[in-house]
């Protein structure tokens, strides 16, 4: 085959062009309908001899057959390679996203959990040795749900939020014990009887030391955690769709739209034409031929996109950026904590009547622990991570642009 048999389609609609034979009322008209592209049988290059004798679509002494199959899949793969093109920059930014706000909201995370230990250390002395692995349990538990980037592609799916709620239930449980001795034995050389604390956990949630604190710490916690769940998902499983669309296109490709493509690119160069003298294919044939290739699918995947990009810019304007959303909820936790003892405190002589009512006059023994100067354990001071906004604000109006993505890809 000579050099220069594969030269692109050229979209210069000034240009003087070449279009395949048409019927002389059809050729007025460059702007035909799809219908007519698509269906007119007139739409065939004049065939010469050898085409006639190769039965071949584009003739001339270039390419037989066999050629013209080959071209016809290059072709196609051309076509399908421009639209991967434009879909697999906005998967990149789909996942480029997830990614990101993962990364921002598990830094947070951490830095909760180190402000909530600080808060405990200089706050609640007697009683930050013994929180400290409770409060430890309670962040990795809400790390291991924020970690969903990294669980979907390992194939483990959406956590079971039951297990964060379970989780803060207990923590406030087992932190009652340790409360009740803090407020009302100030002596610290006594523990309490382990039958005495396993009855205060067995009544907590008859006796509620905290108020409602908790359980409205712990409904904002999960609605935060799973908005920003279900954030996530949707931007992969938009990523995803993207691979589909691509495998779409490429599989389910109609014979008529490869036989076009093939006129479209190569014919002119079966025929004869050098990369110099190759006559420029008409821009209203180009686009029609596109968009006919591409309206089978894009009248089926537009609607859909348009509800996708709806949906995740609610997502982050009502849920992700507000008051309530996962980034303040993870910043607010330890005052949350610390607000919650408070109001245990300021309830204390109360409380403890309903205690001793409920499990009896508490049974003091001599405290185990080694007496040792008292050393507060430093953490380092937080300074809350710069929050992603140049990333989502990109992503927002990244996807905000795409809307007509699938209605409008043959201009693109």
């Known amino acids: 085959m000579p050099g220069g048999c594969f ?3 050229c979209q210069l609609p000034h240009a003087t062009c070449h279009m395949p034979h048409l019927t002389t009322a059809v050729a007025v008209h460059l ?6 592209i698509f269906a007119s049988p007139y739409l065939n290059f004049p065939l010469t001899v050898a085409a006639a004798r190769n039965r071949a679509t584009c003739g001339g002494s270039c390419c037989n057959n066999a050629t013209e199959e080959e071209l016809r899949h290059k072709a196609s793969d051309k076509f399908v390679t421009v639209l991967h093109h434009h879909t697999s920059s906005l998967r990149g930014i789909l996942e480029d996203t997830a990614e990101t706000f993962q990364k921002h909201v598990l830094e947070l995370a951490v830095q ?32 291991s749900h924020l970690k969903y980037t990294t669980n979907y592609s390992n194939g483990q799916g959406i956590p079971n939020i039951q297990s964060l709620e379970d989780a803060v239930h207990n923590f406030f449980k087992q932190l009652f014990p340790m409360a009740y001795h803090h407020v009302v034995h100030l002596n610290k050389n006594v523990d309490l009887h382990e039958d005495y604390i396993n009855c205060l956990k067995h009544n907590y949630d008859d006796l509620q030391p905290f108020g409602q604190i908790p359980k409205e710490l712990q409904a904002n916690l999960m609605q935060s955690v799973r908005m920003s769940i279900i954030f996530m ?22 014979d008529t ?7 479209m690119n190569y014919c ?4 004869g034409h050098s990369e110099h003298n190759r006559p420029k294919v008409c821009y209203s044939y180009c686009m029609n031929v596109i968009r006919g290739c591409s309206a089978q699918y894009s009248g089926l995947l537009d609607s859909p996109w348009t509800s996708v990009v709806e949906a995740l810019d609610n997502l982050v304007h009502n849920h992700i950026r507000s008051e309530s959303g996962i980034m303040n909820a993870i910043k607010n936790l330890d005052t949350k904590l610390s607000d919650t003892i408070m109001a245990y405190m300021g ?3 109360n409380l403890e009547k309903k205690v001793k009512k409920t499990c009896g006059t508490p049974n003091l023994l001599p405290s185990l622990a080694v007496d040792e100067p008292e050393t507060m354990q430093q953490y380092p001071t937080v300074k809350w991570a710069t929050p992603p906004e140049a990333a989502i604000t990109h992503f927002l109006s990244t ?5 007509d993505l699938f209605t409008n890809i043959a201009y693109k």
């Open 7 to 9: 030269p692109p389609c």
């Open 31 to 36: 702007s035909l309908p799809l219908l007519l």
């Open 112 to 143: 909760s959990e180190n402000k909530t230990l600080t808060v405990f250390s200089k706050v609640y002395q007697r009683m930050a040795p013994l929180a400290q692995q409770l409060i430890h349990q309670l962040y990795t538990e809400i790390i």
């Open 233 to 254: 998902n949707a931007l992969l499983q938009s990523a995803e769709v993207f691979v589909e669309t691509d495998t779409l296109y490429a599989k389910q490709m109609t």
């Open 257 to 263: 739209c490869k036989l076009h493509l093939l006129k």
């Open 268 to 271: 002119p160069n079966c025929i």
């Open 347 to 349: 309830n204390g002589p």
């Open 399 to 403: 996807i905000a642009r795409s809307k």
